[in-house]
């Protein structure tokens, strides 16, 4: 347990700095030492720290109402829901608070579209080298034995093949007759930066409807115009079934999304899964309203977001 937080529980290598505030991509510690932020939260921090259209949008919202329920409606929530459809071409979204939360929602998916075919033991494609998160289901579809190290036993339904090999995929649609999803991160983040190849992101689409499997491409890290698209998989000109979506969606306000095509639209009805926090308002202020998006209206490329010197 490090000195200077006896308190809090020793899960991270921290570095032995504190921040105390922020502004564009500066960021200052406790003792008034100025740094670049590279580092950017881990790819949280897409507009910059303290923006000037995200701050006030977020302080009028939480004068309002910081959270209601998802038994009411809430218009904020249907704006950004839109928002991210235009920018993506899918139907529909699902809100959370996490990437780990938004892949289990995936996963959830998946096999309930299975279910839904009659395969009572649905399984889901993942990868060498993947990453998708820490929960006991995401950990498992992890391609990473030292974050799985201590916490079997394992979450069953992964077939497991080696990333950017189209091969390995159709190997395993001519053999296992259970498999109802590929899941796969389009940038492989935490594994190294791994890009899925453009030739082999539109084969295994094909591959996909071809066996009538979801196409689930895990943007929590790439998506949000971090290649200069606003979503990864956008430079091979595809599009998946199910994308989940997170840290870089709120710079920094903790949403998550799951944002998925007509195939995956109306797999998951009512009673079938939920999220208490999804619901909250100030999430969705920033990115929805027209008038005071903090979003550049293209790509992140072509539009660069404040960042004074
Ligand atoms: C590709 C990918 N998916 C999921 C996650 C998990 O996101 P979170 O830490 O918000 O649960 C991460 C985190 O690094 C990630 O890189």
Redesign the pocket.
Known sequence: MTASMPHVMNTYGRLPIALSHGQGCRVWDTEGRRYLDGLGG?AVNTLGHAHPKLVPALQEQIAKLIHCSNYYENPLQEALAARLCELSGLSAAFFCS????A?EGALKIARKYGHDKGISRPEIIVFEKA????SIA?LSATGNPKVQEGFGPLVEGFVRVPFNDAAAVREVAECNPNVVAVFL?TIQ??GGINPARWDYLREVRQICDEQGWLLML?E??CGIGRTGQWFAHQWADIKPDVMPL??GLGSGVPI?AIVVGEKAKTILGPGNHGTTLAAIRCRCAPASKPSTSCWPTTSWATQPVWAPT
């Open positions: 881990i996490t990437g780990l939360e892949n990453f998708h998160g820490r995401t991160e983040g935490e895990d929590v890290q997170a840290k998550g």
